[in-house]
């Protein structure tokens, strides 16, 4: 079956620490891919997304992510995280040969401690 | 302001007893979609909507319906609800299924006693 694993359930960090969370999907073929993002008490926003090109792609907030295909990658990277980017962070996946399977990882907590 | 609203935002009720969380969008979309998020569970799909009168279900649609009469509103339906559908729901929308860039209501927390 088609999965979204997200590795980290929860991972603690200090203020101006480097951030990687990683993402692998089980996906064959061509993918869409997506970072949402969800403080807390809010719905998710969308952070970033890679649907083709450039496999490192740059979001909002100075996040990042890298597609590698031959990994089923797409791990999300932040150089120095602040301590407003404690919230929750979802992994997903879409692909264009089955419009309605949008799938989401379990999702990494994030706590940055200031 | 483009939004996805949703209602009623938080809903206390006891079993068998029907309710409908009411989502609507105002940016003409054609996909709206339904997912219930749940700890260490993530976001599971329930229903979605490819476009008006077209709907199918997601991983986990058991107990739940849905509607979509109107292009811009994708009620939910909980016909009889039972305790383990106590959860946290999201309705959202995209302007196509494929973009995945979806955007996010507030969210709707239902607690069934």
């Known amino acids: 079956a088609q999965s979204v694993s997200q590795h980290n359930h929860h991972v603690i960090l200090s203020e101006a620490a480097s951030l990687e969370l990683g993402c692998n999907y089980s996906?064959?073929?061509?993918?869409?891919l997506f970072w949402y993002v969800q403080y807390p008490g809010q719905h998710l926003q969308l952070l970033l997304k890679y649907f083709s090109g450039d496999p490192l792609v740059k979001g909002i907030k100075g996040f990042e992510a890298e597609f590698i295909k031959s990994k089923f990658s797409f791990n999300l990277r932040k150089p120095s995280v602040q301590w407003s980017d404690t919230a929750e962070y979802f992994c997903?996946?879409?692909?264009?040969?089955?419009?309605?399977?949008?799938?989401f990882g379990a999702g990494t907590r994030l706590t940055v401690k200031p | 302001e483009a939004q996805v609203t949703q209602n009623p935002r938080y809903l206390i009720t006891v079993t068998g007893k029907k309710l409908t969380v009411t989502c609507s969008q105002n940016?003409?979309?054609?996909?709206m979609s339904w997912y219930r998020q749940d700890p260490g569970l993530g976001l599971r799909q329930i229903y979605y909507s490819m476009n008006v009168e077209v709907t199918d279900k997601g991983d986990v649609p058991e107990g739940y319906k849905v509607s979509r009469k109107e292009k811009r509103n994708f009620p939910l339906i909980l016909e009889s609800p039972s305790p383990n559908q106590t959860s946290l729901y999201f309705c959202a929308s995209s302007l196509q299924a494929w973009t995945g860039e979806l955007f996010f209501g507030e969210g709707s927390r239902l607690t069934v006693l």
């Open positions: 996906y064959g073929g061509t993918v869409n």
């Open positions: 940016m003409n979309h054609e996909y």
């Open positions: 997903a996946v879409t692909s264009p040969y089955n419009n309605n399977d949008m799938r």
